[in-house]
């Protein structure tokens, strides 16, 4: 009686564990917006300025310097520098790790090469010259 409990036990358990489990999956609140009519004055406007750098900021620069100005056109030049010279940083950055990144690729020795390598060291623990 006690060994069919036991094994009954165990199979309800390892049947258990193999069972999906359900997540709750929640939006993150980060990009949780409220609502136009919720929005105080100052949200609204904003939203006004975030919906006119969206409709701005992928311009080209000679399109933006034909169709902004004031304000505008300052902020849209000032994020294209930023830009611009974030960019030759990271280049710069790029040069000087790409030979950590991708290191010159030395040639195999040959068998023959290694052998006179090695009489080399050996005439030369002798100390005598030896020139290839």
Excluded: C
């Excluded at 105080?40 to 311009?59: A, C, G, H, P, V």
């Excluded at 034909?66 to 950055?93: P, T, V």
């Excluded at 990144?101 to 050996?122: L, S």
């Amino acid at each position: 009686m006690k060994t069919s409990i036991v094994v009954l036990s165990t199979l309800l358990v390892g049947a258990q564990s193999f069972a999906p489990v359900t997540t709750v999956t929640r939006g993150q609140a980060l990009f949780a917006a409220i609502p136009v009519d919720d929005m105080s004055e100052s949200q609204l406007e904003i939203k006004k300025i975030q919906d006119k750098w969206n409709e701005i900021r992928f311009l080209d620069r000679e399109e933006a310097q034909k169709s902004l100005d004031g304000e505008w056109l300052e902020a849209f030049n000032k994020f294209h520098e930023q830009y611009d010279s974030d960019m030759e940083r990271m280049e710069e950055i790029v040069n000087k790790l790409e030979k950590q990144i991708n290191p010159p690729k030395v040639e195999k020795k040959t068998k023959g090469q290694r052998r006179r390598d090695a009489f080399a060291a050996k005439l030369e623990r002798a100390g005598h010259a030896y020139n290839q």
